[in-house]
């Protein structure tokens, strides 16, 4: 009799545990919630705002500027940027061949740039100095070269 319970017990704790792994890998999508936005990775260099990386101005959105990034094997474009101390940033990158990574040293970015995927960050950048972007995916050859630099002025 009790171990009819037991199995009970145990099978409902695996139903619960299957439909909560089914529920997070299907319904809310099995990717990181950064990448919303797709790109033909191919047309990186044309489609906007890649065809224009770097720092812009924007007005009307919760955020005051636009930082586009652009990886690919192995740097990022631009290679190094100014960004003013307290302005509301949305970093939008995407990568032309591979999967790179874009972590800011000392802070709390770090995306995963995958091709075909938009990944952003919105964040403010309360600190002056100089803010290291390291790509922490293994990328190749190259990979340990992979930064560009944010300069908080
Ligand atoms: Cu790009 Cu590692």
């Not at 000392?106 to 790509?135: A, Q, W």
């Not at 340990?144 to 002025?153: A, E, L, N, P």
């Amino acid at each position: 009799k009790y171990e009819k319970i037991w199995l009970i017990f145990g099978l409902t704790t695996l139903l619960i545990f299957l439909s909560v792994l089914g529920v997070s890998a299907f319904y809310l999508g099995n990717q990181p919630p950064s990448c919303l936005a797709t790109i033909n990775p191919e047309k990186v260099d044309t489609t906007k705002p890649f065809n224009k990386p770097g720092l812009k101005k924007v007005k009307g959105k919760a955020w005051d500027y636009e930082l586009v990034f652009v990886a690919s094997a192995f740097n990022y474009n631009p290679g190094e940027i100014e960004v003013p101390k307290g302005a509301k940033v949305k970093v939008i990158a995407t990568t032309k061949d591979v999967i790179h990574g874009f972590e800011v040293a000392g802070t709390n970015i770090n995306m995963m740039l995958e091709p075909g995927f938009i990944s952003e960050f919105e964040t403010t950048f309360d600190k002056t100095g100089e803010f290291l972007i390291v790509c922490n995916e293994y990328c190749g050859a190259g990979h340990h070269m992979m930064t560009s630099k944010i300069k908080v002025v």
